[in-house]
């Protein structure tokens, strides 16, 4: 039997139809008429957050706070994925945690939300009284939007319920199994298990293809700016070329090798990056907005998460990212289980739902603080380059203002690449356990996987921004089923935590 007999016979034919023909299916209709297919997604979209976004809302907050319950109680002391101690060391685990899960949105966006909103206050706060309280009202709605409700819905519930169904059942590692509690082994072997799969492939492909792209455009104006490199397609293709081989190459080696070892090096520089600001830059300032951030998000937790006041602020603020986090969720909690064995259900949730955050926020205040801080003693500097919402010039706008700005920003572009890298070798890895089943998927499906996402994303930036942008509103649209996907969760994750408690007892 050949060796692509053999690869091919591994793969869950009619999850591969589904998934990969619906993405070539959009790449191909925005080839045709961008235009047209644009208009399609747009009313696609603001249906999706007409209809689900209140829903959505709801859904984080439970999924954040029976995620705590189940961490304070006695099912903490649960140890999951059958074994007696963690297979990855803590700080491995970590910075896997980190890189994969923050991805490359958390270096643009750290610096890009936060100045958003001190020049446009969200509509819950206003315009604050003086600058600093303006200030701290922006950091406080980026908190919201990457703090505990983002981070717990990646992987904790649904983490669980994985852990228990594939390492103590010997289910499949694959999005179908959170649905098995309610449909039992019809979800297993019908249908509606490969519709389930595909489902949520097609909306982790579309969500890690987007960043590619995105990130092709923002590295190509990052280059022209600092080095005067031409910033057209063969600069933005040359960038997805390069990132396309280093993140297939990392999926290839697996989770103990390329996998950890990139996402070692990213959170090392950084924690580098992050104490060079801290000591170079607005030392007080960022320290005063941390504290005076937290206290705001949290004294405003519970109005800010289920603000409904102004639905056309929240489609393309708070019921955006949640739609972008919602079609993650079930990949991501996939791959959160297979590096998490050995680890209590205390120590997964502890670390996914509270310390990544705390350490996301202070990120977002080292960068985006910064840029607040520039922007009010020398009004225009940051707010002048971001004009049009261009993420990337918020960022070089701050670095470059900053001791040894060219280096600094040279160093953040490389960050970025290796964040947003993390995210695809963990996909790519994830997306290839669900075609096959197996903790350990043929070379060639994550090859192909790998491959298929960069070429993806650089057609759609071939036709102009526009492809991109098309797709970022169609990941929202893709949430709409996984968010069905990830509801049992609530209940069936807490009844699989306290049977493997008795079981451990026992």
């Not at 963690?86 to 910075?95: A, C, R």
């Not at 505990?148 to 390492?167: D, E, K, N, P, Q």
């Not at 990544?356 to 960068?367: R, S």
Request: proline share 5%; net charge neutral.
């Amino acid at each position: 039997m050949s060796f692509l007999s053999r690869t091919f016979q591994a793969v869950d034919v009619p999850v591969f139809i589904l998934s990969g023909g619906l993405i070539l299916l959009f790449v191909g209709l925005s080839l045709w008429d961008l235009e047209q297919t644009a208009a399609w997604v747009q009313t696609s979209f603001a249906w999706s957050t007409k209809l689900f976004g209140a829903y959505w809302q709801l859904l984080m907050l439970a999924t954040f706070f029976v995620s705590l319950y189940l961490a304070i109680s006695r099912t903490g002391n649960v140890r999951l994925g059958g074994m007696d101690k963690p297979e990855l060391s803590t700080f491995k685990w970590v910075s896997i945690i980190m890189c994969t899960l923050l991805a490359g949105g958390g270096v643009f966006w750290a610096a890009a939300e936060p100045i958003a909103h001190f020049i446009s206050a969200p509509p819950l706060f206003g315009e604050g009284s003086t600058p600093m309280e303006q200030g701290t009202n922006a950091l406080a709605q980026s908190f919201m939007h990457w703090g505990f409700l983002a981070w717990a819905i990646l992987g904790c519930l649904t983490s669980v319920t994985l852990m228990v169904l594939h390492y103590e059942k010997g289910l499949p590692l694959k999005p179908r199994t959170l649905l098995y509690p309610v449909f039992g082994n019809r979800i297993i072997h019908g249908p509606g298990g490969a519709i389930v799969d595909a489902c949520c492939v097609l909306a982790v492909v579309a969500g890690t293809v987007g960043p590619i792209g995105f990130l092709g455009l923002q590295v190509s104006f990052g280059l022209n700016d600092l080095f005067g490199i031409a910033d057209n397609f063969s600069t933005q293709l040359a960038v997805i070329l390069g990132l396309v081989l280093i993140y297939t190459i990392s999926a290839i080696t697996g989770v103990n090798r390329g996998i950890q070892i990139l996402s070692r090096f990213n959170v090392i520089l950084a924690i580098v990056l992050m104490v060079f600001i801290l000591i170079a830059g607005p030392t007080a300032f960022i320290i005063d907005g941390f504290v005076q951030g937290l206290g705001t998000y949290l004294g405003e937790f519970f109005p800010m998460a289920t603000f409904r006041g102004d639905p056309g602020w929240l489609d393309w603020w708070t019921v955006f990212f949640w739609g972008w986090f919602i079609g993650y969720g079930p990949l991501m909690a996939l791959f959160v289980a297979r590096i998490s064995r050995g680890r209590t259900l205390r120590q997964l949730v502890g670390v996914v739902a509270l310390v990544a955050p705390l350490v996301t926020c202070f990120w977002f205040t080292i960068v985006g603080g910064t840029g607040i801080s520039l922007e009010i003693a020398q009004p225009g500097i940051i707010s002048k380059p971001f004009e049009g919402f261009n993420l990337p010039a918020a960022l070089l706008a701050t670095t470059q203002a900053l001791p040894w700005g060219t280096l600094l920003s040279g160093l953040f572009l490389v960050l970025t690449t290796i964040f947003v890298a993390t995210t695809g070798d963990s996909m790519t890895y994830s997306v290839s356990v669900v075609m096959t089943g197996t903790e350990e998927p043929p070379s060639a499906i994550r090859v192909f996987w790998g491959i298929m996402m960069g070429a993806s994303a650089a057609i759609l930036i071939s036709i102009g921004d526009g492809g991109i942008d098309a797709l970022q509103k169609f990941i929202v649209v893709t949430a709409v089923p996984v968010s069905l996907v990830l509801l049992p969760s609530l209940w069936t994750g807490p009844a699989l935590a306290g049977e493997l408690l008795r079981k451990q007892q026992a």
